[in-house]
């Protein structure tokens, strides 16, 4: 979440990570909800702006010109993966860093890999 705040807010924002880690503080379990990059996205589809589409190297991506910060898109995605943090006018979701993720570099352990699947 560090390294995604960092390569895109330039600072240290852990809720304007676009990959979230939750942690359960009671059962020590965590999620993580980041995008999973769908073939048929129900973000774009919910998305009155037409905000959210896919670009040259098929990831789907917010246009922040475009997004009104409704929250359709928030509401759309089951995997919580698309964020309207506080005091934030554009929806943000994971742009996979053009194909090199900050989150995937950064991991110290080698948990998190990327690759876009056809």
Aim: overall charge negative.
């Amino acid at each position: 979440m560090v390294a995604c705040s960092l390569a895109h807010e330039g600072l240290v924002i852990p809720s304007r990570a676009r990959i979230q880690v939750v942690v359960d503080p009671f059962s020590g379990t965590h999620a993580i909800h980041y995008c999973r990059q769908c073939r048929q996205a129900a973000c774009a589809q919910a998305c009155p702006q037409e905000a959210i589409s896919q670009n040259e190297d098929g990831v789907w991506v917010v246009d922040a010109a475009l997004c009104t910060g409704c929250g359709a898109c928030v509401a759309a995605c089951t995997f919580q993966a698309i964020l309207l943090p506080q005091g934030c006018d554009v929806a943000l979701k994971c742009d996979t860093c053009d194909g090199d993720p900050a989150c995937v570099a950064s991991c110290p352990r080698g948990a998190l890999t990327w690759r876009l699947i056809p």
